[in-house]
């Protein structure tokens, strides 16, 4: 799986959108890019996840450049409730179960009130 | 909720001892993942298993070892424990056929005294 590289940490004001980067230079034409956060000490919890084209769901936004080798998953409106740690990690689509997934430090966003 | 349902969810026991934790997966998927997150620690990648076989190894220490069952529940037996075993184990699940979110529980918590 290729390597992503991301911010140690970031502050967003509550109510403003939350912009987090991730770098993933070396992602080959079959990895998806997928967002994870964990809540403090909560198992992690699924974003969202793309191929190339942006997506979006009731949790975020995706943007994915055009050469695939960076992403910004953003959060409309952040709350209290989303001070966590987000984590960005590429991974080979399902290939019959084979599917080793490696978790990063990610950024750790704190939403201030 | 997850769907994922992980026991004991917090567990005490001395150095030496033996541990067993159970990871129930969401109904109908076939993979199981193991995880360890020490204190302030990143994820890191133990074991995954699919339809009751072994598929990925990381770093995953001789006294640990694992198994899937017929039933798709997963054990992970931690034996001979020291201090530093002490962490959050998060077992997560995926279907076979999506591109592969996983979905975790809520971890145990194992203090080893």
């Known amino acids: 799986d290729a390597k992503t590289t991301q911010p140690t940490s970031m502050d967003c004001a509550e109510g403003r959108a939350a912009n987090l980067p991730c770098n993933h230079s070396?992602?080959?034409?079959?990895?998806?890019v997928y967002w994870y956060r964990q809540i403090h000490s909560q198992g992690p919890q699924y974003i969202i996840h793309?191929?190339?084209n942006n997506e979006t769901n009731e949790m975020a936004s995706l943007i994915i450049t055009e050469d695939r080798k960076s992403s910004t998953l953003i959060l409309p409106h952040a709350t209290l409730r989303d001070t966590a740690v987000y984590y960005c990690i590429v991974r080979v689509a399902n290939s019959g179960g084979y599917q080793k997934v490696t978790f990063g430090t990610g950024t750790k966003l704190q939403v201030i009130p | 909720d997850s769907g994922v349902t992980q026991t004991p969810k917090h567990l005490i026991t001395a150095t030496g001892q033996r541990v067993t934790l159970r990871c129930s997966p969401r109904s109908g998927d076939l993979s199981v993942y193991w995880y360890q997150q020490s204190l302030d620690q990143g994820l890191q990648f133990l074991i995954q298993?699919?339809?009751?076989?072994?598929?990925a190894k990381g770093n995953i220490l001789e006294r640990f070892s694992a198994q899937q069952f017929p039933d798709l529940h997963s054990e992970l037996n931690l034996s001979s424990l020291e201090l530093g075993d002490s962490a959050l184990y998060f077992c997560a699940s995926s279907a076979e056929m999506n591109t592969g979110e996983l979905f975790f529980g809520e971890g145990s918590r194992l203090t080893v005294l």
């Open positions: 793309g191929l190339k």
């Open positions: 070396t992602i080959s034409g079959n990895e998806y």
């Open positions: 298993y699919y339809n009751g076989e072994e598929r």
